[in-house]
């Protein structure tokens, strides 16, 4: 399996974005799915499948791409030419097609088990020190304010409709982040959801003193 031609790809479709879409993201990402398949099944097997669906995961998020029909037929050229049989290639396209479109869908329909350890490596990125970091350079990069006191977390009770009201970045943490602990498909990525989410619940109360002048 040629997965340098995958880097390359996602490397040039993703290089411009700033909004936490990075390649290292999607590298984080990959390691961390094999780490939390390697916990749960001392194996590598899926190890070529978790690759390419983590490292291709971003690359046909319409946030990124003018046109995901378009990406998504130069993704099954791409993987074929990679060395992907039809049955990998069906559901890594069935991973990364459901994780795009996730925000957008209220019936997800079941992951491949392997795309489960993806997506809760996906989640676990948006949590923890590297999450904080995320969520302000998603902020920054669409005018969000950081902080406001007038204005309240809102209640969701669809947590992918978050993009389409005003909110803040610290408003954000309620509305979405630190429900994600809640989402995990697997024992390792919950475990980790909740070390991480825990941290970040360290870091709202510092950051409530310091903004009421407590500290
Ligand atoms: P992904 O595509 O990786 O599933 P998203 O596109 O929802 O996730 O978010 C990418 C990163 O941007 C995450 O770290 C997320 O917390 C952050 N993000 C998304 N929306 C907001 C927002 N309204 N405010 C702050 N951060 C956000
Ligand atoms: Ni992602």
Known sequence: MNLNLIKAYTKRILQMDVSGHDFYHCQRVAVSAQKLWQQDFSTATYNDEINAASYLHDTMDEKIVADPQKALSQIRNLLTTAGFNASQQKDIISTITQMSFSKNIAQQQKLPLFGQYVQDAD?????????????????????????????????????????????????????????????????????????????????????????????
Do not use: V
Not at 192 to 208: D, I, K, V
């Open 123 to 215: 989640r676990l990125d948006a949590l923890g020190a590297i999450g904080i970091a995320r969520a302000f350079a998603y902020g920054g990069s669409h005018q969000q304010p950081i902080y406001d006191p007038h204005l309240q977390p809102e209640k969701l009770s669809n947590h992918f409709q978050y993009r389409h009201h005003q909110t803040t970045t610290i408003n954000h943490f309620y509305e979405k982040l630190l429900h994600l602990q809640n989402l995990m498909n697997t024992k390792a990525g919950k475990k980790l959801a909740q070390q991480r989410s825990q941290y970040m619940q360290q870091f709202l109360t510092e950051f409530q003193q310091e903004w009421d002048g407590q500290k």
